[in-house]
């Protein structure tokens, strides 16, 4: 664990001193593009889930931090711990060890939207991601996406693009579509509806005052990761798990400089997906629904 640790903190230490100001994040505000820089702390957890047909059980705690040290760049990690039950009743593994106990996820990302006129806007970007238990060789992705927006008078905007993303065991175009609207994105007396519908992501929600805001959202979560040489499932293989998941959350918004969310989740549509080291898809497993929760901060500078 001590090495991973330190490897991560040489890599994450090369990518803020060299990585070079390209493109920015496409979802921020229009209304706080002058302020370009900020860090994102999200930390999740998701309760036991029976995997089907009552064969072991699984929870997730997940903590990510994600930084923006210049306007065009996007460096993020995402640690995941995983608490197992029944080990004896798994169908992967020895069922006398836990599978895994801790996933790491690495991303560099470049992107930006450029304004034409009033109406309309492009975007595009490219990224790069590692996903490891303990040995990172085999663990490399990278992707592009591009697309478009239109804005209206009213506020209501829409954005069509594409993401092509490929790693070791994935070669895959997913559609990128949204429509939403934010009449008070570039008002100071920002409160009403707002929505972003579309995907991977979708959210809707009320801001009462601009401190306080309600939101709902539905989120399709990926991840993936190249398990240790040494793992009792699948030496040098990979795994890759896929959840829905709904939140429901409260926004405090004190200042223009700081956002903080908290919520609860539930999970559902859940799959372990196995592969070789060759990238075969070597089968699958269904987890049962279950809940959680999030607590998100974000600071600005």
């Not at 994040?25 to 036991?48: H, P």
């Not at 806007?121 to 239109?150: I, L, N, P, T, W």
């Amino acid at each position: 664990m001590a090495s991973v640790l330190r490897k991560l903190t040489l890599i994450l230490c090369f990518l803020l001193v060299l990585a070079p100001p390209c493109l920015s994040q496409q979802d921020q505000d229009d209304a706080r593009q002058v302020k370009t820089r900020f860090v994102s702390l999200e930390n999740a957890y998701l309760s036991d889930a029976d995997f089907e047909g009552d064969r072991g059980k699984m929870a997730v705690f997940s903590s990510g931090v994600s930084i923006k040290p210049w306007r065009y760049t996007t460096i993020g990690y995402t640690f995941r711990n995983y608490t197992w039950g029944d080990t004896a009743r798994l169908t992967f593994g020895n069922r006398v060890d836990d599978p895994w106990k801790n996933l790491h996820e690495l991303y560099l990302g470049f992107g930006h939207m450029w304004r034409l006129d009033e109406t309309w806007s492009v975007f595009g970007g490219v990224f790069g991601y590692s996903g490891f238990e303990k040995q990172m060789d085999g663990s490399f992705g990278a992707g592009v996406r591009a697309g478009f927006g239109y804005a209206f008078e009213n506020g209501l905007f829409v954005r069509l693009g594409a993401m092509y993303f490929k790693d070791s065991v994935d070669n895959t175009v997913i559609p990128l579509f949204g429509i939403g609207f934010t009449p008070w994105a570039d008002s100071l007396a920002r409160s009403g509806w707002f929505a972003s519908l579309g995907f991977p992501n979708t959210r809707i929600g009320y801001r009462f005052s601009p401190e306080w805001a309600l939101w709902a959202q539905y989120e399709w979560d990926r991840a993936s990761a190249r398990l240790a040489d040494d793992s009792t499932v699948l030496p040098e293989g990979h795994v890759r798990q896929i959840n829905a998941l709904a939140t429901f959350a409260v926004q405090y918004q004190p200042g223009d400089d700081f956002v903080v969310s908290l919520g609860l989740t539930q999970a559902f549509s859940r799959t372990l997906h196995f592969y070789n080291k060759d990238g075969r898809v070597l089968g699958g497993l269904n987890l049962d629904n279950t809940f959680g929760g999030e607590l998100e901060m974000s600071f600005v500078f």
